[in-house]
């Protein structure tokens, strides 16, 4: 019979395996677990394949869309000066030039010219009118010509009588005497010093002249020009004046205030000229004279 002692030490000995087999056996479960799942998540290797059988795929096509930038837009200023859509003009009829005369970009004899008419020359018209002044339409754009350089029947050259008919009787008060205090004469021809003579003693108001311009390749560079220094109503009056006298004085044109007269085309009168940019070139400050 065993002792106690025996007993309690075979007790222990035999319950020792016990807990290594709870112990060791659940570590084994859990690595065959972990063993079985690693095995699972490996394919199978894919059998070799040549090089002339390989197939190639294309590369994935990645869609994009441009995304709008956000700009920042100004606000509208209700003080900004609105533009004001006008319709064009439209052709109701046709006049026809009666002389030369400027085509202006509004009705105004100060506004800027931009074309002219000649004589005889048809222009469409849209029916509008700002007083004297009518709106013609060129290239679907209107401007304005003085409405007395317009009729409704295209004009006929003048024949020679009506040239003559229309010309001015001379005066008979033309003086010829030397116009004392005044040098411009130097250099001038005949006809010219009788222009100069009879404004003179005519115009005594008048006291700057031109005359000989050396080097000018025009009748001031050959002595038979003569510039009458003076404006306004003034500048009318010897104009006119010269005008009527042309033919005992000598002259084939008067110039004055952008406006001609010519003997070739007296019966037509006073011309409009066409814009030479400045008072001066336009003759407003002075009354230009030409002789033969």
Request: aromatic residues 6%; negative net charge; contains cysteine.
């Amino acid at each position: 019979m065993a002792s106690t002692r025996h007993k309690h030490v075979l007790e222990r000995t035999v319950s020792r395996p016990r807990r290594v087999l709870r112990v060791v056996l659940p570590a084994l479960a859990v690595a065959a677990i972990g063993t079985t799942a690693v095995a699972a998540s490996l394919p199978e290797a894919a059998p070799a394949r040549s090089a002339s059988s390989a197939i190639s795929l294309p590369a994935p096509q990645v869609e994009t869309s441009a995304v709008p930038v956000p700009t920042r837009v100004a606000p509208i200023s209700r003080a900004a000066e609105r533009v004001r859509l006008e319709a064009k003009p439209t052709v109701e009829g046709h006049l026809f030039a009666v002389s030369a005369v400027n085509i202006r970009k509004e009705p105004d004899e100060g506004s800027k010219r931009v074309g002219a008419l000649e004589f005889a020359d048809k222009v469409g018209i849209s029916g509008e009118t700002r007083g004297k002044w009518v709106e013609v339409v060129i290239d679907e754009v209107g401007y304005w010509v003085h409405s007395d350089f317009l009729a409704e029947e295209k004009p006929e050259p003048p024949t020679e009588e009506e040239v003559e008919e229309a010309a001015p009787s001379p005066a008979t008060d033309v003086a010829s005497a030397p116009c004392a205090g005044s040098s411009v004469e130097s250099g001038l021809g005949a006809n010219a010093i009788a222009v100069h003579r009879a404004v003179c003693a005519a115009f005594p108001q008048v006291t700057s002249y031109g005359g000989l311009r050396p080097g000018d390749s025009g009748e001031h560079g050959t002595g038979r020009a003569l510039d009458i220094m003076i404006s306004g109503s003034a500048g009318w009056d010897i104009a006119e004046y010269v005008r009527a006298n042309a033919g005992s004085l000598g002259v084939s044109e008067v110039i004055y205030s952008q406006k001609i007269w010519t003997v070739e085309r007296g019966g037509e009168g006073w011309r409009y000229m066409e814009d030479r940019g400045s008072t001066t070139a336009n003759h407003y400050d002075h009354v230009h004279v030409t002789t033969y």
